[in-house]
């Protein structure tokens, strides 16, 4: 039987997903999508859906790929979407479906206990403060009865915690099949649980570093997957490119020298001078940082020639050289003791990268990459790809080979927000994608009535010092008559601190009013608190907050009925990154304003105003803090790549539109479509 018929009866008014899901509505786009996902999956290929907000892309590729009963890997953005989806989607389709499948969730060492490293840290007294003696009480106890050993299963846990560190591995410190505690390993385990699935969910993070690296257990597990799908696919490009170039920091450095200087002293005291390999490569790593001088922390040096702009290059390339030197001593000195322990054979694997990737900065950087230098409390030095095209195409497509198994294979990739073109370019030609199959489904709700956009036009321009003083009045004023239910969005962590501070400094004591910052209370704690907003008698919220909070915040109902973004988020044209990128478009007799910063700031501002309206029943208003907008030629695109809000014309009736929002509360929020 064909796929798409079965897809189609399941997403039928009376089908199986309306006892998957409360409430369930059929939707034309919903079934649209699940019918394109079943064809890729029936024919192989590429296909690149952008599902607009509300259209329940989950259940529009889960349904076709469970049905198929093909070997599916599903990877999404965040290690908390990898929850949701495997702890509630995954579930409540196997169940409603009927079917036999077994899933599986892999994630990165940084996410599970690690037994031998949990010893460690008791028995080596190197904890911080009591407080982290207290919180390795609470996992010792939780590690009893745990059967997966993800941090994420303890409550309370701060996922901000220098613990966190302490109990869990990485490559460099892992034994592998040399730990004591190799077969209780929790990491182990899931490798070989995800090895056994029908369906194993993963994030991008991992998906790539195993590109990149082949550790993390996907080397064994993607030749047998015939179906991958790429959720919050609009990541992959930023996210691929971090795994995929080289980087050398001196922390990296310096954690080595103590390792090994820890394990000699240890296991093979007086076979080797440890104390002067050790301080060998730290004293190469104190160099490196003393020939760049003093620079403004946050720098990001560009490195187009020998050296990093404002360095000598000939003392940087000595201290390269002695870098390099200093591991190819420790890698011999390691050699010579590696039956010993397990620790020294890990120790001279890390030796050999670590010198490879200092030879590797010693040469010219590679055709098609970027280097430069981030210039904090360390050093880190970067070789990166522009993009991930090359890798999608060989490495996942294998577009250049003539293997038989590997056309029959399907891609899925998809998100809200793909670009602002037909073709969708911002994502198909950096991943390497343009002969993909393209799907574009429009979101169900009606934005028109239950949203509207404002640019105010009596702003400072977006360059002006007193830019944020009149976003923070502005959101103030808002705030103040809708008792809280706001967010607002800062491109930079300046404004971010500026805009906080005055609405702190506003509503403190304020007894309507909590207003919350990014970077006060961890992100998960932030979040539920504005998701609370006023039940229960307490203070509304305004959160202040930049970066990762433009997306994967998910606040339906009344506690969310505001937005204010405070300018347009082009790329900051001075990263090094970004420059490469611009500088190959005018290469190649292209417009890099046209075709890469405005359609970069089109995606970021969709994603920002896709935070306000998340179910057929939500209301709001999203105010834009920049002019340009309004003034500039290019604002016309970034407003046509915005959902179709009406638009307010003037203060007046703004205030208005900001009036009716107080005035007004729904008392029950639809559930959304998954």
């Known amino acids: 039987m064909s796929l798409e018929p079965a897809v189609r009866e399941a997403f039928a008014p009376h089908g199986v997903l309306s006892r998957a899901a409360d409430e369930f509505l059929p939707r034309q786009g919903q079934t649209e999508m699940a019918l394109a996902v079943a064809r890729t999956i029936e024919q192989g290929g590429a296909l690149v859906v952008e599902a607009g907000t509300g259209v329940g892309k989950t259940f529009s590729y889960l349904v076709p790929a469970l049905l198929s009963g093909e ?17 509630r989607d995954l579930p409540r389709l196997v169940q409603a479906l009927g079917l036999p499948v077994r899933t599986a969730l892999l994630k990165g060492r940084a996410s599970y206990l690690c037994l031998r490293r949990m010893e460690l840290a008791r028995s080596e007294g190197s904890l911080p403060d009591r ?3 207290r919180s390795l009480a609470k996992i010792e106890e939780w590690a009893v009865a745990t059967r997966t050993g993800d941090l994420a299963e303890l409550p309370g846990l701060d996922e901000r915690s220098p613990l966190i560190p302490l109990v869990t591995s990485t490559r460099d410190n892992c034994l592998g099949s040399q730990c004591p505690k190799f077969h209780a390993c929790h990491v182990n385990k899931a490798r070989r649980e995800a090895l056994a699935a029908d369906v194993v969910v993963v994030n991008h993070h991992l998906f790539f570093a195993d590109l990149a690296v082949r550790e993390s257990g996907m080397a064994e597990l993607l030749p047998t997957v015939r179906v991958a799908i790429f959720d919050e696919a609009h990541q992959l490009n930023e996210t691929g490119v971090q795994f995929l170039g080289a980087q050398i920091t001196t922390g990296q450095l310096l954690d080595f020298g103590r390792d090994v200087l820890a394990a000699g002293l240890q296991f093979a005291r007086g076979l080797a001078d440890w104390s002067a390999v050790a301080s060998g490569i730290e004293r190469a790593a104190r160099d490196l940082r003393l020939v760049v001088g003093r620079t403004a922390p946050g720098a990001k040096l560009r490195w187009t020639g020998e050296a990093p702009e404002q360095v000598d290059p000939q003392p940087w390339l000595q201290a390269l050289d002695e870098l390099r030197q200093a591991f190819t001593d420790a890698t011999q000195a390691l050699a010579t003791v590696s039956e010993i322990a397990p620790d020294f054979v890990r120790l001279h694997e890390r030796a050999s990268v670590l010198a ?3 030879a590797t900065f010693a040469q010219p950087c590679a055709p098609e990459s970027v280097r430069w230098v981030d210039v904090g409390h360390q050093l880190r030095l970067v ?4 993009d991930i095209a090359l890798a999608v195409q060989d490495k996942m497509l294998k577009q250049r080979g003539d293997d038989a198994e590997q056309s029959r294979k399907a891609w899925i990739f998809t998100s809200a927000t793909l670009g602002d073109d037909p073709r969708l370019r911002w994502f198909t030609e950096p991943c390497g994608l343009g002969d993909a199959e393209i799907l574009r489904v429009g979101s169900p709700f009606d934005y028109l009535v239950q949203a509207a956009v404002y640019v105010p036009r009596d702003l400072p321009k977006p360059n002006d010092p007193a830019h944020s003083t009149e976003v923070a009045r502005l959101a103030g004023d808002a705030v103040r008559r809708l008792g809280g239910r706001t967010m607002v969005l800062t491109t ?8 906080g501070e005055a609405l702190q400094a506003r509503f403190e004591g304020s007894l309507e009013v909590e207003v919350l910052v990014q970077g006060q209370w961890p992100k998960r704690r932030l979040i539920e608190r504005f998701r609370e907003g006023d039940a229960d008698g307490r203070p509304g919220c305004v959160l202040v907050a930049s ?3 433009w997306e994967g915040v998910d606040v339906p109902g009344d506690s969310l009925q505001l937005v204010i973004i405070d300018k347009l988020p082009f790329p900051p044209p001075g990263d090094p990154l970004v420059e490469a990128r611009a500088q190959r478009l005018e290469g190649q007799g292209r417009s890099a304003f046209n075709d890469y910063f405005v359609p970069e700031a089109a995606v970021a501002l969709k994603q920002g105003a896709g935070r306000l309206i998340r179910r057929e029943s939500d209301q709001g208003l999203l105010v834009v803090c920049d002019t340009r907008l309004a003034t500039m030629g290019y604002g016309r695109r970034l407003l046509a790549a915005l959902p179709p809000m009406r638009r307010l014309q003037s203060a007046q009736e703004f205030d208005a539109a900001v009036e009716a929002l ?8 639809l559930p959304g479509p998954t």
Not at 71 to 86: E, G, I, P, Y
Request: glycine share 4%.
């Open 71 to 87: 070997r599916v890997l599903l990877s999404t953005a965040t290690k908390t979407l990898q929850d949701q989806l495997f702890g």
């Open 131 to 133: 407080s982290s003696l």
């Open 356 to 358: 490879q990737r200092a």
């Open 383 to 386: 070789e990166s790809p522009l």
């Open 492 to 499: 930079t962590l300046r404004a971010l601190r500026s805009i």
């Open 547 to 549: 970066a990762s909070f």
């Open 662 to 669: 107080g005035a007004t509360r729904t008392s029950t929020t």
